[in-house]
């Protein structure tokens, strides 16, 4: 094997992530020649249910805000070197923890609300990543097998919950009795008329400044910087005296509060209730999400916002093109996640040759004049 | 005495894709691969399965395209986890979420039933087998209800996988085969040292995984089941690896692994409804997450301890 070429910076942070997305939607696009239909149009007809009228515009600030928090939670446990991917659990239960608190402080004012919402809803998300945490750092079992497991305890328990012992009689379907409207996050059309009927609520700028906040943890504090150390090296991390098992678990705990804040955008906002898996598969977008940006709050922004793109586009194309379902954003997820985090290196070797060709002929240029 | 039978006859059916899928996870994880994708696996046969018995009306083909989409998975894992270096964790998950997509999608675009498959019957799907003698025995006491009840009358998949177990367990321990396995999956410098190839061994092995789980996936849509519906697999691969982590990667603990876990699912169907003193109705949603309860207080060290082959999770780098 030859040595490895150096790439220019930009090449690794921009053009090889760009190089496989673009890889995934074409990929994607194949599959809608498959079932018959235009891809080139399909694009064309999600990019205006997205962003074309503002309810569609709602929609998508909606499934973004979810995306970011779950994004987020993968992508901080990711520079501590370790694969979060129960944020789908971590999200469900936190519900709970927003829910009760909601009914326990019922009258008050939403805005003094927020922060006990999200203490609460973090501190549970946070409890559901920390055992595999524990797992991880005391047992020495892989937080992978042990988040996977406690996404199906989250099911059941929350299940459990929500149909036997949450549901008010007179309610047929499974969810909670309604927060009081006073603590109920506020709707973004509320001062954005643009938004009326969206579920886009202030859970938006929660999730931007969580974005800030993840960049100062992970880049500005002494805590981020002994994660990141863990990531790239756990032996030399315990060599300069950091201790890892401490560090993994606050690092789960952290990672699993990020993938609570959800149960602000739905339990505490859009639906203003506990509804029965209301998470509904945004955990694990957020997987894609992370890969996809790199897991810098940058990257996972604009991922978060591009799945928000397909989430919403992806309604408004399934009743245009009926062949076209949910189903294909899930599969586009897929292979965003594949050619993102596991083939990541496929384009790299053609890439590294296109440089080195380049250079060489450039220098062959500069001899002959 | 009915009452056990039938709640052992559903063991047994519930436990055959376990088995076969717990059994695949065994070969790859010995051999050095983290195999998370044996649920999507479960999903794209079993999907496969279906579509290609009911278009073409014969029950063998379709068993053949389970087996066959199956190995283009893994081909994708391998060319991932093997070629690329690549996570396989991460590839694993990716092709989760393929399977369930792509199923799903394909399957409504193709035959427009919401992602359903058209109900197989006849040659297109697999019945239970009556073992000889099976009706003659029928009214015998105690080896009556055990050989005609419990034993005969499985769908071919369901001997496959009993079979695979001392099969597994043979080839695992008592042949060369077995021994590069074990050996690839804890330490495949020695077996690069020694001139094999590992990526060839670890290729071997995850085409027996695609078998079976093949297997395992067209037994859900084309025997227990007469069609493929989405998300059809339920959680079974996962709970296939929690028990491969109960048995420690071990063939014979992994059946016996499986089947208590498939007794808890027959459990949970038999238990829907009934009201037990002082709690009321039974809440199926523990028994749901029994299984996966175990694996974590296994995990953390109440029952035993399971540790992985050595080197699984980790890519092959040869020495430069």
């Known amino acids: ?369 | 005495m009915e009452d056990i039978i039938s709640i052992l006859v559903t063991t047994v059916r519930v436990s055959t894709p376990l088995i076969l899928a717990c059994l695949a996870g065994l070969y790859s994880e010995r051999s050095g691969i983290v195999d998370i994708g044996l649920e999507g696996k479960l999903i794209a046969s079993a999907f496969g399965a279906a579509v290609v018995a009911a278009v073409t009306g014969s029950a063998w083909a379709g068993l053949l395209a389970g087996i066959g989409v199956s190995l283009v998975f893994s081909a994708v894992h391998g060319l991932a986890s093997i070629n690329f270096k690549g996570n396989q964790i991460i590839s694993g998950v990716a092709l989760n979420f393929l399977a369930a997509g792509l199923s799903t999608f394909l399957g409504a675009a193709w035959f427009g039933r919401g992602g359903n498959t058209p109900p197989v019957s006849g040659d297109a799907r697999f019945y239970g087998i009556q073992l000889p003698f099976a009706a003659e025995l029928r009214d015998v006491p105690i080896v009556g209800p055990i050989y005609s009840g419990l034993i005969s009358g499985h769908a071919i998949m369901t001997y496959i996988a009993f079979l695979a177990v001392p099969v597994t367990a043979w080839v695992l321990w008592r042949t060369r085969f077995g021994l590069r396995l074990r050996a690839v999956g804890e330490n495949p410098k020695a077996l690069d040292t020694a001139g094999m190839s590992v990526s060839w061994l670890r290729y071997k092995a995850l085409i027996i995984t695609s078998v079976l789980v093949g297997i395992g996936g067209a037994y859900l849509s084309i025997a227990q089941a007469a069609s493929f519906t989405p998300n059809m697999a339920a959680g079974r691969g996962y709970i296939a690896l929690a028990a491969l982590i109960f048995a420690k990667w071990k063939p014979v603990p992994a059946m016996f692994a499986c089947l208590l876990f498939g007794f808890l699912e027959a459990m949970q169907y038999r238990l829907q409804g009934v009201d037990l003193p002082v709690i009321g109705p039974v809440p199926t949603q523990a028994m749901q997450a029994l299984p996966y309860i175990l694996t974590i207080l296994l995990l953390a060290g109440f029952v035993g301890r399971a540790i992985p082959p050595k080197a699984s999770g980790l890519p092959y780098v040869k020495e430069r």
């Open chain 1, 1 to 369: 094997m030859s040595a490895r070429v150096s790439l220019p910076r930009w090449v690794d942070i921009v053009l090889l992530p760009v190089l496989n997305v673009t890889l995934a939607f074409i990929i994607g696009g194949i599959v809608v020649l498959v079932v018959g239909e235009n891809p080139i149009e399909a694009v064309r007809i999600m990019l205006y249910g997205a962003f074309g009228y503002g309810y569609g515009f709602g929609f998508t600030l909606y499934y973004t805000t979810n995306f970011i928090f779950t994004g987020l939670a993968v992508a901080v446990a990711f520079h501590a070197g370790l694969f979060n991917i129960g944020g789908e659990g971590q999200s469900y239960v936190a519900g709970l923890g927003a829910l009760l608190i909601a009914f326990a402080v019922g009258g008050l004012h939403w805005a003094l609300a927020l922060p006990l919402i999200i203490i609460a809803a973090g501190l549970v998300g946070g409890f559901w990543a920390f055992i595999p945490g524990w797992l991880q750092a005391r047992r020495g079992s892989h937080v992978v097998i042990t988040t996977i497991m406690m996404n199906f305890i989250a099911t059941s328990l929350m299940s459990y919950l929500i149909s036997r012992i949450l549901k008010p009689a007179n309610v047929s379907s499974d969810m909670s009795a309604p927060i009081d409207p006073v603590t109920r996050l506020p709707f973004l059309a509320e001062w954005f008329p643009l938004l009326r009927n969206t579920p886009a609520n202030i859970s938006f700028f929660v999730a931007i400044a969580s974005l800030f906040f993840v960049y100062w943890l992970i880049w500005r504090t002494k805590f981020g910087y002994a994660i990141r150390t863990m990531g790239h090296n756990p032996t030399a991390a315990r060599y300069a005296g950091m201790s890892n098992a401490r560090l993994i678990m606050l690092t789960m705990a952290i990672s699993g509060a990020l993938a609570g804040m959800m149960a602000l955008n739905e339990t505490a906002g859009a639906q203003g209730r506990l509804m029965l898996n209301y998470v509904a598969g945004a955990g694990f977008v957020g997987i894609a999400v992370a890969f996809m940006g790199k897991a810098h709050p940058i990257g996972v922004g604009l991922s978060a916002l591009l799945f928000g793109v397909l989430y919403q586009g992806g309604q408004e194309l399934a009743f245009s093109m009926p062949a076209i379902t949910r189903e294909m954003i899930v599969t586009i997820q897929a292979l965003v996640i594949l050619f993102t985090g596991a083939m990541s290196e496929m384009l790299r070797r053609p890439v590294e040759i296109a440089f080195l060709l380049s250079r060489l002929r450039s220098a062959d240029e500069g001899g002959g004049r």
